[in-house]
RNA sequence: GUGGGAGUAGCUCAGCUGGUAGAGCGUCGGACUGUGGCUCCGAAUGUCGUGGGUUCAAAUCCCAUCUCCCACCCCA
């Protein structure tokens, strides 16, 4: 082990912690099964239908230089003002966990060429994400996201059509319970200042009867007013201009065609003229799917176009669109709606007594281990009762049982464990009694 | 970053107005050394989240701190 490795471990003398327990860092968390099971089964889901959908897969960094995330979602955002784990790496460049995946996707599409391949390119990824925010439910500082991104092509409203219906679809398959899609528009660089200035204006006129957080907003980031929950300010916020209604033409086009879209593929939206999305980049059509039995965050998927980012990043100009979906809430959603997964179960627990059949055991074991069965092989013997009392403990479906009687007369026993009831096959017999069930 | 609630065995929790820990479940062992689920018996495991204070005496009262949960905020 070089020195370096070793520095910055046991640097400061730990007076009397020699039993300390360790724990996971606040806001991670272990995955265990069953429940893992789960995760598999959402995310197996994802790839098939994505891939019926024409998406690759892009496996990215965990980390990449802070300056990516700080221009693509935005230097006053709370994300990047306040949420990104950075550190300098040792050569002093900042390098920060990513805080999300659509900074990295434009950053790999531009470096690794992309706008050669025939346009659109559509890709998906999934992983961790990192923020530090106070956890709470659906919340953590480690987080798992769905991501897709189509990129390139053009802003053809059935792009964004497909996209949706694709998550939607995702979701049904998947048993999701309450789905909500809410989307709006928010304009582009031509008309949302114009919008901005208005709106801001408008809120100026009210101000002393808005609280704190969103006076300081109407300077800093108008938009986000719209956002607000607070009781009193609900009626006020509703008197204000809508953006709809001050979209330039060509984005008022490509919304309408965006709507058109959704209803001709079946996909149930609701208009919300106050949805805003937090990251700078979005622009024209956002979106948001909501579930039930997810506490106060309730968003399972957020997304919507981004078409000037990739120049933002030193692309060339491209268009694009894409969703995330938080999947630690789909997840919950899935459980508080009641599907757990079934605990990991045996097909067959090899029941074995005597040291001379433990050879034979070890060879039953992989030869149907092979067969694609899942099997336990007790690494010692155990009284016989209790090797079928382990063999119910593990929802095992048969029991093998292998004593001398057996190998001897090469009939083997297997017993099904819900009846109790028993058979005596030879070793072929057995492997095509359990291929046939 | 700001509030509210909670930390006692692996899990769920009891422990009244201070007298240095208990139940159920689970785990393991036995009754039952070639037939499981039931029943019965037994065992192990806690520096009572951590540190300090009050007291002859603290799981219990006081202060601090950490963690978890929920909400604000923000977002997936």
Redesign the pocket.
């Known amino acids: 082990m070089s020195e370096g490795a070793a520095k910055g471990f046991g640097k400061k003398p730990e007076p009397?912690e020699e039993?300390r327990k360790f724990?996971?860092?606040?806001?991670?968390?272990d995955l265990l099964p069953p429940e893992t099971a789960l995760w598999n089964r959402v995310e197996q889901a994802a790839q098939e239908i994505f891939a019926s959908y024409g998406f690759g897969e892009i496996r990215l960094p965990i980390f990449e230089t802070t300056d990516l995330f700080a221009r693509s979602i935005g230097l006053e955002?709370?994300?990047v003002s306040k949420?990104m784990y950075t550190f300098g790496d040792r050569d002093e460049t900042s390098v920060s966990l990513r805080p999300?995946a659509t900074a990295s996707v434009c950053r790999a599409y531009i470096e690794d060429g992309m706008q050669q391949l025939p346009q659109p390119v559509k890709l998906y990824t999934i992983g961790p994400m990192f923020?530090r925010?106070?956890?709470?439910?659906?919340?953590?500082r480690q987080?798992y996201?769905i991501d897709a991104e189509v990129l390139g092509g053009s802003d053809a409203p059935g792009i964004d059509g497909e996209l949706i219906e694709m998550v939607m679809m995702f979701f049904e398959r998947l048993g999701l319970e309450g789905v909500q899609l809410e989307i709006n528009s928010i304009g582009d660089k031509q008309c949302r200042p114009k919008y901005v200035e208005l709106l801001r204006a408008e809120l100026q006129k009210v101000k002393d009867q808005l609280g704190p957080?969103s006076q300081r907003?109407i300077e800093t980031n108008p938009l986000?007013v719209l956002?607000?929950?607070?009781e009193n300010e609900q009626k006020l916020i509703a008197g204000m201009p809508h953006i709809a209604d001050h979209l330039c033409e060509a984005c008022a086009e490509n919304y309408r065609g965006v709507k058109k879209e959704l209803e001709l593929r079946g996909v149930k939206y609701r208009e919300n003229w106050r949805l805003v999305?937090?990251?700078d980049y979005y622009s024209r059509t956002t979106f948001?799917i909501t579930a039930k039995g997810l506490?106060?965050?309730?968003?399972?998927?957020?997304?919507g176009r981004y078409d000037g980012l990739m120049e933002l990043l030193g692309g060339p100009p491209t268009r694009a669109t894409g969703f995330?979906?938080?999947e630690?809430?789909l997840i919950l959603s899935l459980q508080e709606t009641g599907q757990t997964p079934a605990p990991p179960r045996r097909d067959v627990y090899i029941a074995w007594?005597g040291t001379k059949v433990y050879a034979t055991a070890i060879r039953a074991a992989r030869n149907l281990r092979t067969a694609g069965f899942s099997v336990e092989l007790p690494p010692v013997e155990q009284?016989?009762?209790?090797a079928?009392?382990?063999?119910?403990?593990l929802g095992a479906r048969y029991a093998l049982?292998l004593?001398?009687?057996?190998v001897s007369s090469g009939e083997w026993?297997l017993?099904t464990?819900?009846?109790?009831t028993?058979q005596k096959l030879t070793e072929p017999q057995l492997l095509d009694f359990l291929r046939n069930l």
């Open positions: 009397k039993r724990q996971a860092i606040k806001g991670t968390r955002t709370d994300v949420e999300e923020r925010e106070r956890p709470q439910k659906g919340r953590y987080f996201q957080d907003r986000r956002d607000s929950k607070l999305r937090g990251l948001e506490g106060s965050q309730n968003a399972v998927c957020g997304g995330a979906i938080g630690d809430r007594m009284k016989f009762g209790k079928l009392g382990q063999a119910d403990k049982i004593g001398d009687n057996e026993t017993k464990l819900a009846d109790g028993q």
